[in-house]
Nanobody, 124 residues
Framework: QVQLVESGGGLVQAGGSLRLSCAAS????????MAWFRQAPGKEREFVAA????????RYADSVKGRFTISRDNAKNQVYLQMNSLNPEDTAIYYC?????????????????WGQGTQVTVSS
């Protein structure tokens, strides 16, 4: 069992940056693939970025490629999402997720554990 707690969200102006963190508790964190998803009001939860257990593989949604960077520190049981050049379309609740099967996948149903989310609001 893994518990995930996100932090680092907040209000930022367009063009600004935020760094989200996801703290994981429980065993075997360093064997899981990790991802970030987001959900805007009235929209479905969508994939943002994912990273393999050893950080050798990363995947990004086209909408964030070149602006967001996912990383992890297995020694600290942490996953991060550095978000630069934010725009109002990035406003959403951001969720951290873990995949036990080590799949670096974009499909949300393939993730086994989820955090409660952290709100990111980008003003124009």
């Amino acid at each position: 069992q893994v518990q995930l707690v996100e932090s680092g969200g907040g209000l930022v102006q367009a063009g600004g940056s935020l760094r989200l963190s996801c703290a994981a508790s429980g065993r075997l964190f360093d064997t899981y693939a990790m991802a970030w998803f987001r959900q805007a009001p009235g929209k479905e939860r969508e994939f943002v970025a994912a990273i393999s257990w050893g950080s050798s593989i990363t995947r990004y949604a086209d909408s964030v490629k070149g602006r967001f960077t996912i990383s992890r520190d297995n020694a600290k049981n942490q996953v991060y999402l550095q978000m630069n050049s934010l725009n109002p379309e990035d406003t959403a609740i951001y969720y951290c997720a873990a995949n036990r099967a080590r799949l670096v996948t974009t499909r949300r149903y393939e993730y086994d554990y989820w955090g409660q989310g952290t709100q990111v609001t980008v003003s124009s």
